[in-house]
T-cell receptor, first 115, second 117 residues
Framework: AQKITQTQPGMFVQEKEAVTLDCTYD???????LFWYKQPSSGEMIFLIY??????QNATEGRYSLNFQKARKSANLVISASQLGDSAMYFC????????????FGSGTRLLVRP | GAVVSQHPSWVICKSGTSVKIECRSL??????MFWYRQFPKQSLMLMAT?????????EQGVEKDKFLINHASLTLSTLTVTSAHPEDSSFYIC?????????????FGPGTRLTVL
C-alpha cells in the first residue's frame, strides 16, 4: 500500500488566488513527520513546511500553511496569494519514527499558476 | 540554511562506462546521506542510505553492485553507477542529514542529470 498519496497530478490556479494541494498518508506510527517540498523545473528540492504528528497547531510558513487532519491522515498544503513563480512540482513526504530519517515521497502535483 | 552540493550537475556517457557522482555537505557534518533517483515526471525514489564509516543500506530492488556508494568522510558521499546503460539515465539527487539540526534535517543537493548513450 502506498504510504503517501497525492491524488492530483496537475492543478491550475489563477494568480493571486489560493490553492490547496492534497496529501494523505498511511502509517501505524504515533510519531512521524510530514513535509512539503517544491521542485521547480531546475530540479532542486526546496523545503516548504513541516508538520510533526504531535503538533497541535497547523504549521504555517509565510504564504504556505499545512491543513493537518490527523484523524483523516491528511496533510494538505495551502498556498495563499499564488504567484507565477509558484508554478512547479510539489511533493508531500513522510518520515516515520523508526525509518533512519529517510523520507517517503508522494507522486507529486504539478501546479500551474495562470496570469 | 545548510548547503549541499553535487558534482557534476550533468553528465553524458557511453554505455558500459562508469560514472561517479559526488555529494558534499558544505557547512555541516553529515553522518547520514541519502541517494534518490527520479525518472522524468515521476517522484523521488530512495535508492540507499549512506552512513559515514559503514556500508550503505540499499532499498529493495536496488542493485548494490551496480550503484556503489561510499561515505568516506562526514562531508562527502559518492555514488558510482557502474557499467551504465541507457536505462540508468535519470536524475540523481542526494540529501544530507545534519544531526544537530531542527526538524528540517535533510538538505538536498541540486541533482545530477545522467544520460547514458
Amino acid at each position: 500500500a502506498q504510504k503517501i498519496t497525492q491524488t492530483q497530478p496537475g492543478m491550475f490556479v489563477q494568480e493571486k488566488e489560493a490553492v490547496t494541494l492534497d496529501c494523505t498518508y498511511d502509517t501505524s506510527d504515533q510519531s512521524y513527520g510530514l513535509f512539503w517540498y517544491k521542485q521547480p523545473s531546475s530540479g532542486e528540492m526546496i523545503f516548504l513546511i513541516y508538520q510533526g504528528s504531535y503538533d497541535e497547531q497547523n504549521a504555517t510558513e509565510g504564504r504556505y500553511s499545512l491543513n493537518f487532519q490527523k484523524a483523516r491522515k491528511s496533510a494538505n498544503l495551502v498556498i495563499s496569494a499564488s504567484q507565477l513563480g509558484d508554478s512547479a512540482m510539489y511533493f508531500c513526504a513522510m518520515r516515520e519514527r523508526d525509518s533512519s530519517y529517510k523520507l517517503i515521497f508522494g507522486s507529486g502535483t504539478r501546479l500551474l499558476v495562470r496570469p | 540554511g545548510a548547503v549541499v552540493s553535487q558534482h557534476p550537475s550533468w553528465v553524458i556517457c557511453k554505455s558500459g562506462t562508469s560514472v561517479k557522482i559526488e555529494c558534499r555537505s558544505l557547512d555541516f557534518q553529515a553522518t547520514t546521506m541519502f541517494w534518490y533517483r527520479q525518472f522524468p515526471k515521476q517522484s523521488l525514489m530512495l535508492m540507499a542510505t549512506s552512513n559515514e564509516g559503514s556500508k550503505a543500506t540499499y532499498e529493495q530492488g536496488v542493485e548494490k553492485d551496480k550503484f556503489l556508494i561510499n561515505h568516506a568522510s562526514l562531508t562527502l558521499s559518492t555514488l558510482t553507477v557502474t557499467s551504465a546503460h541507457p536505462e540508468d539515465s535519470s536524475f540523481y539527487i542526494c540529501s544530507a542529514r545534519e544531526p544537530e539540526g531542527s526538524y528540517n534535517e535533510q538538505f538536498f543537493g541540486p541533482g545530477t542529470r545522467l544520460t547514458v548513450l
